[in-house]
């Protein structure tokens, strides 16, 4: 059985893609950035050794091996500009760092970034988005650079619609609003495509285009 690391896999989108990969087949291991009871690991990003600790916690709870892929979920939309730094870009570019240092097979590494940052940067853009802005060209920079050991490849997300939801079209897209569970679907696709790299798929009901 592969196993996969979600980091922010206990909470709405986390949790969406952690189900999905346990119904595929994986063994799932999850982080949270706070004391989670459904969290095999608490990891706080914001401190710069939490990363490494946390892949060196992994590899303990795998028996010395490193996990067969990474999915760097865990995101903070407000704070300081050090701190969404620190969690939003620092934190999923290390993982991914030790990700390529894995011996014994190719690895995957899907990083979950945000339908804006798609489109050209604004005036006066947060440093939420600048920092997702950064974990793109990284995908992209690091599917070339470490190539030879894992994949490296992004998920888009745009507003997700929770799963009990009905579907309607919402303003400024061009078809439904995603649901949580077709994110997790892409991710799922990427993960178990090792020929795939570098790539960036949107799942925002088309907002990408307009």
Known sequence: ?????????????????ADGLKAAGWQVLTSSHRPDAAADFTADFSQAGAPARLYAEVIRRLGGRPPDALVNNAALFAGSEAV???VDFDAPRKLTVMMAAREGGRGAVVNIIDTRVLRPASEGEGAYAAAKRRLLEF????????GDT????AVAPGPVMASES???????????RPRAEEVAAAVAFLLAAPSVTGAVVPVDGGQHLL
């Open 1 to 17: 059985m592969k196993s996969v690391l979600i980091t922010g896999g206990t909470t709405r989108l986390g949790a969406a893609i």
């Open 166 to 176: 009905v579907r309607e079209r919402a303003g400024e897209m061009i078809a439904p």
């Open 150 to 153: 894992i994949s490296v490849n």
């Open 84 to 86: 969404l730094q620190a």
């Open 139 to 146: 995908t992209r920079s690091a599917a070339a650079l470490y």
